[in-house]
């Protein structure tokens, strides 16, 4: 079902997504696909924000907000 989310989100060519878990309830190969294609989305110029509690995937991100208590808490960006 997610996989499926995430393919009809894309099929409009959005300018922005919004990415809620997107690797939720996926196997780790699927995961990594799917931060491959944002990554991909990303070069090409696409905004994309996803929200994450799984450090890993977090990773894949150039820049990262940490929020605590619903107050930005950090924030890290990487050179890309």
């Keep these: 079902r997610q996989r499926v989310a995430i393919a009809r989100a894309l099929v409009t060519d959005p300018a922005i997504i919004l990415a ?6 996926l196997d780790l190969r699927t995961g990594v696909e799917i931060m491959a ?13 996803v929200v994450t509690h ?8 150039p820049r990262q907000i940490f929020m605590r208590d619903g107050r ?9």
């Design 20 to 25: 809620d878990e997107p690797t939720g309830n």
């Design 54 to 61: 799984e450090p890993g995937v977090a990773a894949h991100c």
């Design 37 to 49: 294609l944002f990554a991909r989305m990303h070069a090409e110029g696409r905004t994309l924000i």
């Design 72 to 80: 930005i808490a950090d924030l890290a960006e990487r050179g890309w």
